[in-house]
């Protein structure tokens, strides 16, 4: 089974910076294509904040654009975000995302996600 582990995040000030780590062990047959990055806020839906796409390009949502730099291994064992610039907004539980060889980032049952790590910026 595939079982992405989150390190990093924690408190920081408005302004602050913040990283994130991501180690995503599987099995040797479990191909796994991309990673990447989600958050969920108190009483928010769950969103996109960073991931690659088959092309191994990087997306970003729109709120962190510029300020968020995500970053993977050629293995795509590891993943990494690096959070510039943070505000208050920013704060919430992120998700390290390891999708599956042939099937799409909404893929119910071929994204395997980690249990969060809180990320939390005060004033």
């Known amino acids: 089974q595939v079982q992405p582990v989150e390190s990093g995040g924690g408190s920081v000030q408005a302004g602050g910076s913040l990283s994130l780590s991501c180690l995503a062990s599987r099995p040797d047959t479990i191909r796994i294509c991309a990673l990447g990055w989600y958050r969920q806020a108190p009483g928010k839906e769950r969103e996109l904040v960073a991931r690659?796409?088959?092309?191994?390009?990087?997306i970003y949502g729109d709120s962190v654009k510029g300020r968020f730099t995500i970053s993977q291994d050629n293995r795509k064992t590891t993943v990494s975000l690096e959070m510039n610039s943070l505000t208050m907004e920013d704060t919430a539980v992120y998700y390290c995302?390891?999708?599956?060889?042939?099937?799409?980032?909404?893929?119910?049952?071929?994204?395997?996600w980690g249990r969060g790590s809180q990320v939390t910026v005060s004033s």
């Open positions: 995302a390891a999708r599956r060889c042939n099937y799409e980032w909404d893929s119910a049952y071929f994204v395997y």
């Open positions: 690659f796409n088959g092309d191994n390009m990087p």
